[in-house]
T-cell receptor, first 113, second 114 residues
């Protein structure tokens, strides 16, 4: 079946630094990928839609300059959290669709100290 | 606005028993898909079941079945013969047909007791 791989699974960074999270579709091409954020014991909130070869579409309230998304190829989307702050600490999940079905990465736990 | 509501933050059930998780949604779309996802402690999202809105027949996948009431915009999940491995967060989700964007409910934490 289709597989989406997300890396890293955990990352700890210092306040003010930037962190890059990768999302790869391993055995299919994805023109669109999605990035979600999940707070502890909460739901997944869609942050943005990553479009291959064009700008990402951000949901209302998501700072596009803080959460940079690059979809450079049909199998890779990256989310860069710039100038990270403790309030950016969260669980980030990507997904890519193959047909009607969404496949999710394993998620990345970001801790900003 | 499209919203998905799960009114049960937590549920518990004894092993081998049946439990029903509730979900309601709001949309002006006429055609869409509804899903139930499971998120175990590993945090990996796993598809449980899918329902196409234009199909009246309720979807079934082994021990999992749904009660889809389109007019009421209700989409509940029934888990029969509950197993310890069913312990997880369960999310109801919605997507219009013309997009892959998923809108998730707030989740129900299900605990299966031996």
């Amino acid at each position: 079946g289709a597989v989406v791989s997300q890396h890293p699974s955990r990352v700890i960074c210092k306040s003010g630094t930037s962190v890059k999270i990768e999302c790869r579709s391993l055995d299919f091409q994805a023109t669109t990928m999605f990035w979600y954020r999940q707070f502890p014991k909460k739901s997944l909130m869609l942050m943005a839609t990553s479009n291959e070869g064009s700008k990402a579409t951000y949901e209302q309230g998501v700072e596009k300059d803080k959460f940079l998304i690059n979809h450079a190829s049909l199998t890779l989307s990256t989310l860069t959290v710039t100038s990270a702050h403790p309030e950016d600490s969260s669980f980030y999940i990507c997904s890519a669709s193959f047909g009607w079905r969404a496949f999710f990465g394993q998620g990345t736990r970001l801790t900003v100290v | 606005a499209q919203t998905v509501t799960q009114s049960q933050p937590e549920m518990s059930v004894q092993e081998a028993e049946t439990v029903t998780l509730s979900c309601t949604y709001d949309t002006s779309e006429s055609n869409y898909y509804l899903f139930w996802y499971k998120q175990p402690p590993s945090r990996q999202m796993i598809l449980v079941i899918r329902q196409e809105a234009y199909k009246q027949q309720n979807a079934t996948e082994n021990r999992f079945s749904v009660n889809f009431q389109k007019a009421a915009k209700s989409f509940s999940l029934k888990i029969s013969d509950s197993q310890l491995g069913d312990t997880a967060m369960y999310f109801c989700a919605f997507t219009p047909v013309n997009t892959d964007k998923l809108i998730f409910g707030t989740g129900t934490r299900l605990q299966v007791f031996p």
